[in-house]
């Protein structure tokens, strides 16, 4: 009759039809998943507040932040990828940290005296199939001081 040739051709094309159908479910099963991912920040001190020798103000703060990203974990997402770590697992998901802003906020000229700001947290969510899914939280009402310090 047949081969063992075709006998192992019909048996792996069945495999990889069977496995792509399960990707395709997993990934299909994100589109259900609502997610409710909460964060607050805290400026607990700014640290300078200053217009640097070419007359742009530049700024440094000292921050709480708080998360709880576990809603964005599904039993399809493999991690959530937030500034410049990784959260690989659902038990990692809630943090709160103390930190000083990495990169300090500058403006191309002195407009920020006294002006209100956005923070945004921004992450990406790496399914382990599938597309992947970008989102973020803007954090309103903050405001600079009305004086360089």
């Known amino acids: 009759m047949h081969s063992f040739g075709h006998r192992a ?10 496995l792509a159908a399960m990707c395709f479910a997993a990934s299909f099963s994100d589109n259900f998943n609502t997610p409710t991912p909460t964060a607050s920040v805290k400026i607990l001190n700014i640290n300078w507040f200053q217009k640097e020798a070419n007359g742009n103000d530049e700024v440094s703060m000292t921050l709480n ?3 709880d990203l576990s809603s ?19 038990e990692h998901a809630k943090f709160l940290i103390h930190t000083t802003n990495k990169y300090r906020f500058i403006d191309q000229g002195s407009n ?18 599938g597309k992947m899914f ?16």
């Not at 945004?120 to 199939?129: D, E, L, N």
């Not at 970008?134 to 310090?149: C, N, S």
């Open 112 to 129: 920020l005296k006294g002006k209100e700001f956005n923070l945004t947290m921004h992450w990406h969510i790496m399914p382990k199939t």
């Open 72 to 90: 964005l974990f599904t039993w399809n997402t493999k991690q959530v990828s937030l500034w410049d770590g990784i959260i690989p697992a659902k």
């Open 9 to 18: 051709n019909a048996v792996a094309t069945f495999a990889v039809t069977i």
């Open 65 to 67: 932040i708080s998360a």
């Open 134 to 149: 970008a989102d973020k939280i803007v954090m309103t009402g903050y405001r600079l001081p009305e004086q360089y310090r």
